[in-house]
């Protein structure tokens, strides 16, 4: 019996002591199991909004290809520029496109978008620099590299020798044909060339001459655009290439193209700024006559025939003074007049798409002592080498800074999208904008208590451009 006793008294202090150690850890195992939860929770929270902030910079990278898709495509057609028209509410097109992506993710990484906007670079910026990158970049894979170093002088000095030793052989053989066959003795009976080519010392009758033959265009139509900023330096060969592009991309007085444009003597516009397109004719024949006179004028003088039968003229027409300054000024008179003949036929060919040698030999040179006065009903010589018109205007726009350059282009650019109803404000063209995204993410699954709140609203900065 006292075992028994003995046996139950010891099984009931066991029990007693079972159920105070269960009641002791029931408090801590929960505490536990709380953190740990918590901890979970929170882990597969933090996880949630890093995956939410890369679904947003995803779906922004996906919308902004989306806008950039939307260039403005006659510029593209007929300039090679990419451009967005951002006078259109992009913004709110930016937006469409990131809540449909995100509508298509799923409702678990969807965010608030507080607000989208755009930050364009406009062309217009920096000088236009853009502009003329795309320029020069699209003409890269239009001219052969090979072409490029010939412009840059590459082959151009053994060009020049070959030239020189031919003119050389054609003064040698000019010399005797001549001689035998063009030279005529002048007498009191020959014309003074000095009259009939009197109006071609000014300006103004030198070009109503050359361009006699010409529908002379008068048009008046093209606006400025603001371009603001400094243009950077440019290499060698993207100032070759941006020449080439503008040749290439706008049309001069020898080749006018069909179509409403602005200004039909484009190239010219850019050289000399002139809204109307006459002017600017004026002014590029201005400057080719000057270098035609000096190249033939020298031509006469070291032509000993050509400056032997002018010397024989002014002693028939101011010999009777028995001054020799007065002689040598009569020589000298009608040389000018001579080289101005041969620069008026040499102007109308250029004008008329034919080519001209710089330096001219025996072959290429067109007037006699004999015929100068008689120049007018002479037909061009069309020579099949040398310079075209083209060629005078890409050496002048060579000389011509680029940031003047740049601004005509814009202005042509814009006025000619205008003619054709489009948006020519090129101002309001952009190549490429930063994204500024604010948005706040969501709470779906769980809530952890040590996430802070400023993990759940969110900035999202990213820029796009044409390259």
Known sequence: MVYFR????????????YHRLKGAVTPAAALILLLIFSMLTGLIEAAR?????????????????????????QLWEDYDILAIDMSKDRDELMRSYMVSAAESAGNIYSADYESVELLPYYLT????????????????????????????????????????????????????????????????????????????????????????DMDVSAREGVKQVPVHGTLPPLSVTDHILYNEYILSHFQTATAPEAGDRAMHYEVEYILYGSTNDEANLRAAIRRIRAIRLAMNTAYIMKHGTYEHAAFLAALVLSGWTLSPATVKATKYALIAAWAYAESALDIKALLKGKKVPLMKDASSWQLTYANIASFRFMKEKDNGKGLTYEDYLRSFLSLQKNAEKTDRVFDLIGSNLERKGKNGYLAEMAYGFDTSVRYNIDRRLFHSLWIPEELYRREFIAGYAYK
């Open 6 to 17: 003995k046996s139950v008294t010891r099984s009931n202090k066991c029990s007693r002591r």
């Open 49 to 73: 909004i890093q995956t939410a902030v890369t679904e947003t910079e995803i779906n922004a990278f996906a919308a902004q290809r989306s806008v950039a898709g939307y260039y403005h495509n």
């Open 125 to 212: 910026e920096n000088g236009g620099d853009e502009l003329v990158r795309q320029a020069t970049s699209c003409m890269k894979y239009r001219i052969p590299a090979d072409m490029i170093n010939n412009l840059k002088g590459g082959d151009l000095q053994e060009d020049a020798d070959k030239k020189q030793v031919e003119n050389e052989n054609l003064e040698a053989r000019d010399e005797i044909v001549l001689d035998e066959e063009d030279y005529e003795e002048p007498d009191e009976n020959t014309e003074d060339p000095r009259e009939a080519t009197a109006d071609l010392a000014s300006e103004d009758g030198f070009a109503d001459y050359v361009t006699g």
